[in-house]
Nanobody, 121 residues
Framework: QVQLVESGGGLVQPGGSLRLSCAAS????????MGWYRQAPGKERELVAA???????NYADSVKGRFTISRDNAKITVYLQMNSLKPEDTAVYYC???????????????WGQGTQVTVSS
């Protein structure tokens, strides 16, 4: 099994900043990509940002220029720095990792439990 543990969510005023962290552990042979998704009430889960092991990044148009994804390969941790937060960024944020399981070398998708981000005055 692989575990993804998220931290860093909370309540912040519009224009403020938060940093989310997601640490992976368990039967990890390698990780292809790690990223963040979010789901607001009544909406589908959407990609926020992702980063491959090679360093390529992908961002949702709505967060470009405000959010930055980074990854510490040694700590098997991915971060999401969120600046200039807006009320429409309010959602549950989920960490995702495409992991090559060390037990059978098969790639599988894993998800964290989610962390709430609320942007409100």
């Amino acid at each position: 099994q692989v575990q993804l543990v998220e931290s860093g969510g909370g309540l912040v005023q519009p224009g403020g900043s938060l940093r989310l962290s997601c640490a992976a552990s368990g039967r990890i042979f390698s990780i292809n990509a790690m990223g963040w998704y979010r789901q607001a009430p009544g909406k589908e889960r959407e990609l926020v940002a992702a980063r491959t092991s090679g360093g390529s990044t992908n961002y949702a148009d709505s967060v470009k220029g405000r959010f930055t994804i980074s990854r510490d390969n040694a700590k098997i941790t991915v971060y999401l720095q969120m600046n200039s937060l807006k009320p429409e960024d309010t959602a549950v944020y989920y960490c995702n990792a495409e992991v090559r399981d060390s037990s059978d070398y098969t790639f599988r998708d894993y998800w964290g439990q989610g962390t709430q981000v609320t942007v409100s005055s």
